[in-house]
């Protein structure tokens, strides 16, 4: 009897060391670290820390870890990993590390590199070429930067990036320097002129995209991680103030996204974990603050607060995760990008008025709408915006006079971006997202019909149009390691040359950044 209990509960023990819990550290190294970072600080992906993850619920995180994601270029690991391995990495990222990483003022300005002190180098391009019909291609496959002449379409400059460039890079008014947000919170301003970083500042661990101020003189960051708002002096990158991002009940969010509205002069920020909105004025005039309901402000009612750089609250319906300004800038239209497994706080689109600020409008847009990268337009004499959708194979155009949807137009596949210019009659949208991810395909702008479809490489990705200053080319990217830009005679659609880049997943015409052009992202 003695020795069959010894050897049960030797044999207890040891299917105990056999089927002990797998260890997290090593799988997330091996198959996370690449996309999400050391130390789970984001890198090309999030910050997998427990205060990012607040939207996500560790069922839905399991489901993603083993399946995917829709629309992200995160993979499914279910052929990769057993069950419990999936699951030992579902508990390991809701986990608190031993030490929470802090970004503040002190490291913040310790990261600080100026390479070149402000006015020191020559006011005119080291170059011949249009500085104002240059492009700026991000080339993420090596994490280089190229400066391309957009008349010769040729390389005139190429120079390292940080990892993992995101959110687009933003221009001074006047087109000579442009700055970068890297998704480890790295900023770097460029002078285009001379070629040169001139500086460089780490403004968060986790950032999600920067904004310029309409007068050139701010540089605003906007983090995941910690949850802030990052305000730099655009001259130097020197730290100007950092605004936490906390509402009134005192709960923090990452933001989803930060813009300039030079007209209104002012930053507008979404926040992702909170169904606000936030206006901050640069103008030094900008009239004060007043936090809450306010009978009548000029009887003492409340205390006022600056008026430059005191956020201006909108709340609500539905957290946004992108959004897009009218011409005018008097409107924003945003939506929320429901979580898998859904969210409950996401309702198609809404419309807010940012002068009595509140919702004015609910657009029932389907899927997931990437308004961010909408195109505005006239239509029949009307003013009209229309985005590709991350889900769906559907382009919306909506009525910016009701808010109503004009119409539903089927396309080859959930989209990305889509793209135009003043002078084109056709709209470019590709289908990256989808199965015919090689297509590329051209909405005429005046019977908002799909009247072409281009492979520019059949079999690869095809995304992200932006053309020439004049509008009469198109350069689109072969969105591959090996990839290319093609460049395209936006009237006769005819290919005129394709240049070899490693995986160039933007490029951006300095001349219709600067003037807000309506056919590109602001």
């Known amino acids: ?72 270029q995160m993979q499914g690991f279910k052929d990769q990993l057993k069950p419990e391995e999936i699951q030992a990495l579902a508990d390991f990222i809701y986990t608190p590390p031993a030490v929470m990483p802090q970004w503040g003022e002190p490291e913040i300005r310790a990261s600080r590199y100026e390479a070149v002190k402000p006015g020191s180098l020559p006011d005119k391009p080291s170059f011949r070429a249009d500085p104002l019909n240059l492009f700026v291609v991000v080339e993420a496959g090596d994490h280089h930067v190229t400066i391309l002449d957009g008349d010769k379409f040729e390389p005139i400059h190429r120079f390292p990036s940080r990892f993992a460039l995101h959110g687009g890079p933003k221009f001074t008014p006047d087109g000579r320097y442009v700055f970068f947000a890297s998704r480890d919170g790295w900023i770097s301003k460029f002078d285009i002129y001379n070629l040169k970083v001139v500086a460089e500042i780490r403004a968060g661990i986790n950032t999600r995209n920067i904004a310029v101020s309409g007068d050139g003189q701010w540089v605003m960051a906007a983090n995941y991680l910690p949850q802030t708002l990052v305000l730099l002096k655009a001259a130097d990158l020197s730290l100007e103030r950092i605004i936490p991002v906390v509402n009134e009940a005192g709960k923090g969010s990452r933001v989803s996204a930060v813009y300039d509205a030079a007209p209104r002069k002012s930053f507008v920020a979404a926040l992702k974990d909170i169904p606000e909105l936030w206006e901050m004025s640069y103008d030094p005039k900008a009239k004060p603050v007043f936090k809450g309901y306010v009978h009548d402000y000029k009887m003492g009612e409340a205390v006022a607060l600056p008026g430059q750089w005191t956020p201006r609250v909108t709340q609500l319906d539905a957290i946004l995760d992108d959004f897009f300004f009218s011409q005018n800038y008097a409107y924003v239209l945003g939506a929320a990008r429901p979580a898998d497994g859904g969210n409950p706080t996401a309702s198609g689109g809404q419309v807010v008025n940012l002068d009595i600020r509140r919702k004015i409008a609910d657009l029932p847009l389907p899927g997931l709408p990437h308004l961010g990268s909408g195109i505005s337009w006239t239509y029949q004499g009307r003013p009209v915006m229309a985005t590709p959708n991350l889900k769906d194979g559907v382009v919306s155009v909506i009525d910016m006079k009701d808010w109503k949807i004009i119409k539903e137009i089927k396309t080859a596949g959930p989209a990305f971006f889509m793209r135009s210019h003043e002078n084109t009659p056709y709209a470019w949208v590709d289908a990256m997202m989808g199965q015919d991810k090689d297509t590329m395909q051209l909405l005429d702008k005046n019977t908002l019909e799909i009247v072409k479809t281009l492979r520019p490489e059949p079999g690869k990705t095809a995304a992200h149009t932006e053309f020439t200053r004049d509008g009469k080319y198109a350069l689109v990217s072969i969105w591959e390691d090996e990839g290319a830009l093609v460049i395209y005679d936006a009237a006769t659609l005819k290919e005129v040359k394709r240049l070899p880049m490693r995986k160039p997943v933007g490029k951006y015409n300095v001349y219709n950044k600067i003037t807000r052009s309506e056919g590109t992202s602001h």
């Open 1 to 72: 009897m003695k020795k069959t209990l010894l050897f049960a509960a030797w044999f207890v023990s040891q299917g105990a060391i056999v089927h002990a819990a797998p260890d997290p550290a090593p799988l997330y190294q091996q198959h996370c670290v690449a996309c999400h970072g050391v130390d789970r600080l984001g890198g090309l992906g999030p910050a997998l820390l427990p205060q990012n993850l607040d939207r996500l619920k560790k069922p839905e995180a399991l489901a993603v870890i083993t399946a995917g994601r829709s629309a992200t």
